[in-house]
């Protein structure tokens, strides 16, 4: 009998799931899903990048030996769904009152415009919370670039990030399981209603990997000749590629760190030499001469994504700077000796070599960085947050 009710009970809830009818969550929430999902699996990828290039990212180097890991990412439209709503749902935290989407909201490029953020119990990070945008194409996540890959973070999501109290995965787990609306959500994407911390996982990592940008000013102006731009703006894309070497960091169409087999600062992905890997798609910039935080090592910090900047301020690793003029005010005049400050940056003497711009070279830099905006990244629904008040 207990078995027929239960049967009773998941098929109701099945047929609530995928309907857009609003399920009632509590109170005060609804869960709102499309009847058909999403498309997710046709990722929208800059020109000249790839999803596949993160097939390198299955060679890992671990002292010298080579890798294989069998984690590769596909998504599905169901997964990234069911990974939508666990993006979204407050029960991932041990008092649910966090989510992921607490510190990373859709219309601010997934960053969240504060400083700090505030997790589990009022713990505040220690690092300014992170936009995200084609992570499918890094092999370099988090501020240390402590994870390697989008796979990486497809094993430990939640407890990557402990703001969210939930060291143990197992307590998640049950917590899932009791939630109704999962199982004919979970039965989607995997074929079984048995909830386990890999499929929690992996629907979140589909739901993540998802989300690409390649529908901003600067790319149709790959396709026109940038023909729209202001004078302004091109300006700015000719500093921003040469005189100022913005782009020998924040580089290619992704704008992040360059990762091929050849670049320089190698995440670890696309370099076979164990001293690139060691780059770990990571630099000082001379923010200061003595770090709080010293990142990957010797003030060493991740060269962030610039796609949707404008969104995502404030800036760096600990948000201390509210404005795209004040960053560039730092790299004009602001750079500091640092020990361990990168070759760039430096007169090859031990000083700092600032790039002294001038007030129309910095206004067009920022004019330029304001066209990698992707207004429909930061409003396409399917990347929204399902429950409503
Ligand atoms: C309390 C705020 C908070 C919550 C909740 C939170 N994040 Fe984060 N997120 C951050 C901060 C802060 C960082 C940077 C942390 C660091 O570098 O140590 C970050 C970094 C990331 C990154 C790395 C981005 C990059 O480009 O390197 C990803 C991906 C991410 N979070 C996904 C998630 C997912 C998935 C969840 C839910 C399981 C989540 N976040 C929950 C604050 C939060
Ligand atoms: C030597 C490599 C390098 C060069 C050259 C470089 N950057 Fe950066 N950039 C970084 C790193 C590393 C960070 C993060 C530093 C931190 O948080 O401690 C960063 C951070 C930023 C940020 C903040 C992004 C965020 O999400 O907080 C912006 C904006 C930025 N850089 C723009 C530029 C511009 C514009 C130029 C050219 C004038 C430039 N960068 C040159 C490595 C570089």
Request: proline residues 4%.
């Amino acid at each position: 009998m207990k078995r027929i009710n239960y049967l009773f009970i998941s098929m109701l809830v099945s047929l609530f799931a995928c309907t857009d009818k609003p399920l009632v969550v509590s109170e005060d929430e609804v869960l709102s899903l499309p009847s058909q999902p999403y498309d997710y699996q046709n990722l929208q990828l800059p020109v000249g990048t790839s999803a596949n290039f993160s097939i390198f990212s299955n060679f890992d180097l671990v002292n010298g030996e080579v890798l294989f890991s069998s984690n590769k990412l596909d998504i599905t439209q169901w997964g990234a769904t069911l990974g939508r709503v666990l993006f979204y749902d407050k029960k991932l935290s041990l008092n649910n009152t966090v989510s992921c989407g607490s510190c990373h909201h859709q219309d601010k490029g997934f960053a969240d415009g504060l400083q700090f953020s505030t997790g589990f119990e009022g713990r505040v990070t220690t690092r300014n919370s992170m936009a995200i945008v084609n992570p499918i194409l890094q092999n370099n996540l988090f501020w240390d670039s402590r994870s390697k890959t989008i796979h990486d973070l497809s094993l430990q999501p939640v407890q990557n990030h402990i703001e969210m109290g939930m060291e143990n995965l197992d307590r998640l787990v049950e917590k899932i399981e009791k939630t109704d609306y999962y199982k004919p959500l979970f039965e989607k994407a995997f074929g079984t209603d048995v909830v386990t911390p890999e499929n929690i996982s992996k629907a979140l990592s589909q739901f993540v990997g998802s989300i690409t940008s390649n529908r901003s000013k600067f790319d149709k102006g790959l396709t026109n000749n940038f023909n729209e731009f202001t004078e302004l703006e091109k300006l700015g894309k000719e500093i921003f590629n040469g005189k100022g070497q913005c782009a020998s960091c924040h580089g290619g169409n992704s704008f992040s760190a360059l990762d091929g087999p050849n670049d320089p600062y190698g995440g670890g992905g696309g370099t076979f030499s164990i001293a690139a890997n060691d780059l770990r798609g990571a630099t000082n910039i001379g923010l200061d001469l003595v770090y709080k935080d010293n990142g990957l090592g010797n003030g060493k910090f991740k060269i962030p994504v610039l796609r949707n900047v404008e969104l995502t301020g404030p800036y760096m690793h600990d948000g201390r700077f509210k404005s795209l003029e004040d960053v560039v005010n730092h790299y004009s005049e602001g750079i500091k000796p640092h020990k361990h400050l990168d070759v760039k940056f430096t007169d090859g003497k031990g000083n700092a070599k600032p790039l002294n711009l001038s007030t129309i070279e910095k206004k067009a830099l920022v004019a330029f960085l304001k066209t990698l905006t992707d207004k429909e990244m930061a409003s396409n629904p399917k990347w929204s947050n399902p429950f409503k008040k």
